[in-house]
């Protein structure tokens, strides 16, 4: 269900791409971006715009899920790197382990609030890397957030 609620989500269809899988747990993404008209560029490679636009909201959706409602979860910045030109489609797999949420946890429990970064890597049918993807997550405790807010940190 989530998965076509969020191939279907407008922000998210715009950018080409399509969640292809999530596991039952939530803790493993496979996103899949196709060669077509809409991905393409001028030179007839995948869209930067649309390799970066496919991996935004993976990572911090999938935090928030499994943190629940006490926290916020933003992204809050990212790196890509582009290796080869995407000349078919490409897929990039994003998980997330046990040990990675106790440790938001733990890290939000003793400051507050903490920045994750996390990297998933755009690879075609043969497995080679196309482009690198980097997202730094904010995570904070949602009263640390509001005493922030209201502070005007």
């Known amino acids: 269900m989530l998965r076509h609620g969020l191939n279907w989500f407008p922000a998210y269809r715009a950018t080409g791409a399509r969640v292809v899988s999530i596991s039952p747990d ?5 996103v899949r971006l196709p060669l077509r008209r809409n991905t393409r560029n001028g030179a007839g490679t995948l869209f930067g715009g649309s390799l970066y636009s496919a991996t935004d909201p993976i990572y911090a959706l999938m935090l928030a899920v499994h943190l629940g409602p006490d926290y916020i979860v933003w992204d809050k910045a990212a790196a890509i790197r582009y290796r080869k030109p995407g000349r078919e489609a490409l897929t990039a797999e994003f998980t997330l382990t046990d040990a990675e949420i106790a ?28 482009t690198e ?3 730094t997550v904010y995570v904070a405790g ?12």
């Open 26 to 30: 939530l803790r493993c993404v496979v």
């Open 103 to 130: 440790a938001v946890r733990a890290e939000v429990a003793r400051h507050g609030a903490c920045d994750r970064t996390y990297s998933t890597c755009f690879v075609d049918a043969q497995g080679v890397v196309h």
């Open 133 to 135: 993807v980097e997202k």
């Open 142 to 153: 949602k009263q640390h957030y509001k005493t922030r807010v209201v502070r005007g940190d």
